[in-house]
C-alpha cells in the first residue's frame, strides 16, 4: 500500500474525519486531503505524530520500503516489537527486549549471546551453533559498532561515568543531578535549534547512537535534555514533546 492509502486506512479505522485529524496534528485539513490524494506526503516531523497517534511505526507509514531488524540482537521488527521512546515514539532500531523505558538492555555483548544461546537453542539449533552465529552477526549491527567505538580498551562503564562527571561540573543552573546515561539513537533527539542569528541548525546524525538523557526541571518546567559522545557534550531545554528546544551548551571535549 502506498503513504496516501495507509493514513486513509488508519483514519477511517478510528472514525475520524479529515478535519478531526488535522486538529489532533496541528495541521490543516487541506494538508489531510493532499496526504490522502498522493499530492504531498508528511514531513519527518509529521510523520512522527502520525505513527505516535496510530500507533503504528513510520516505515509501516511509508508502506514498508525498508526490512527493519534490531540494532542490537538483529531481530526481524514487526509493529507488536518495536521498541518506543519515554515519551511513546517509536524507537525503530531496536526491538522492544534490547531497548525499553528509555533505557539499553545490553552493554556487554557475551550476556546478549548467553541470552540467546539459552533461550534460541532447539533440536535443529544447538546453543554452540546460536553462540557461533550471534558472534559473526552482531559486530555487524550498528549498536555494536557505535558501542565498540565508545569502548575502546573496554572501558565503556568508565567512559559513561567520565560524561556524567563532565555533564555536572557544568553546573547549570535548575538541572538536576546527572546520574546515568542511555543510549539514544540520533533520529529521536535531534531538536532543531535556532541560533541568534535567525539560522535554524540540527547538531547530530540520525543515524549515530549517542549516550543521553532526559532530566525533569521543576514542577511543570521545562526538561533537560543531555546528549553527548567522545567528541562533545550537548545540553538543551524544550517543553512537552520536545517543543521550543533552547541550546543551552555545545561543548567540544
Known sequence: METKDIIFELRMKKGLSQEELAEQLFVTRQAVSRW??????????TLK????????????????????????????LEEGNIS???DGFFNEDYCKWCYADGEYTYENMDDLINFCAEHMADE??????????????????????????????????????QLIKEFNELQIEGMPKVT???????????????????????????????????????????????????????????GENGEDPQLLIYKKR
Open 180 to 238: 546515568a546515561l542511555s543510549a539514544l539513537v540520533g533520529g529521536y533527539v535531534n531538536l532543531e535549534y535556532v541560533l541568534p542569528n535567525g539560522q535554524k541548525v540540527k547538531l547530530l546524525d540520525d543515524g549515530t547512537t549517542y549516550l543521553g538523557y532526559q532530566l525533569e526541571g521543576a514542577p511543570g518546567g521545562r526538561c533537560y535534555g543531555l546528549v553527548a559522545n567522545t567528541d562533545f557534550l550537548l545540553v538543551c531545554t524544550y
Open 36 to 45: 490522502e490524494t498522493g499530492e504531498t506526503i508528511p514531513n519527518t516531523d
Open 49 to 76: 505524530l502520525l505513527s505516535k497517534f496510530f500507533d503504528v511505526s513510520i516505515n509501516t507509514l511509508l508502506g514498508s520500503p525498508r526490512k527493519l531488524i534490531c540494532q542490537c540482537c538483529g531481530m526481524p
Open 84 to 86: 518506543k521512546e519515554l
Open 124 to 161: 535443529h539449533f544447538s546453543s554452540e551453533q546460536v553462540r557461533e552465529y550471534m558472534k559473526d552477526m552482531l559486530p555487524k549491527l550498528n549498536y555494536w559498532k557505535d558501542h565498540a567505538e565508545l569502548d575502546g580498551k573496554g572501558r565503556f562503564d568508565e567512559f559513561k561515568k
